[in-house]
């Protein structure tokens, strides 16, 4: 089954694929910030408590949680990390179900489409117990980004990304690396990271995120 969830700052659409009963969902953005807080209650967690581990100040968090900005990536994994949860039952409010393997066709997969132009595309969005998240992720070619800072996240962990189409330049701590279709880089999401594209156009590239050794496997 394909979904496409985007994210943006008004709502979010969820919809199947054609052919599958062409069932839409449009549920709001508010509904995915209902399960944040109904799990971290569940929890028995502060917001600060939340704010903390995912890296973001108090206000931050409780706009969140209000429904009311952007929802990133590493916000999500952190957050999914500390409730003890998939990161699909967050975004979907489904639990992945299968077990032993998972077939995702081209082009197909969870598309998450951030405001900030990044699209994720999970590759085993239905698989439990996952010991990593696979993405195939379209980072937009941004003029104004080439001359500035690249905004560095954080999240436990280590991760592969392997350039697809495109060319990027990725930031590591104070290093920074200029990568081009078929070079991989590899390394520890606990430290700062970020990436933006380069050369005029977008940059794909596959994303594989492991999980702590010692994480819980969901």
């Known amino acids: ?75 999500l994994y952190r957050a999914a990390e500390k409730l003890g949860v998939d990161m699909i039952e967050l975004l979907t409010g489904e639990n992945p179900h299968l077990s032993g393997y998972s077939v995702v066709r081209a082009g197909e997969g969870l598309s998450i489409k951030r405001r900030a132009g990044f699209e994720y595309r999970h590759l085993a969005p239905n698989f439990k117990h996952k010991l990593a998240e696979p993405f195939v992720v379209t980072a937009p070619f ?21 350039i697809l189409s495109g060319t990027m330049r990725f930031a590591y701590e104070d290093h920074a690396e200029e990568l081009v279709a078929g070079d991989t880089v590899y390394y520890d999401s606990g430290r700062g990271h970020g990436m933006i594209a380069t050369g005029g156009e977008p940059c794909t590239f596959l994303a594989i995120v492991f999980k702590e050794n010692d994480a819980e496997i969901r």
């Open 1 to 75: 089954m394909y979904w496409l969830l985007t994210i943006v700052e008004g709502g979010c659409d969820i919809v199947r694929r054609p052919g599958e009963g062409n069932t839409r969902m449009d549920p709001n953005i508010a509904e995915v910030a209902k399960r944040i807080h109904a799990l971290r209650e569940d929890s028995e967690l502060t917001m600060q408590e939340m704010a903390e581990f995912t890296g973001i100040s108090v206000a931050e968090y409780t706009a969140i949680e209000a429904g009311e900005t952007d929802l990133s990536f590493t916000f």
């Open 142 to 162: 941004a003029p104004e980004q080439q001359d500035t800072p690249i905004t560095l996240s954080r999240h436990a962990g280590q991760e592969l990304d392997f």
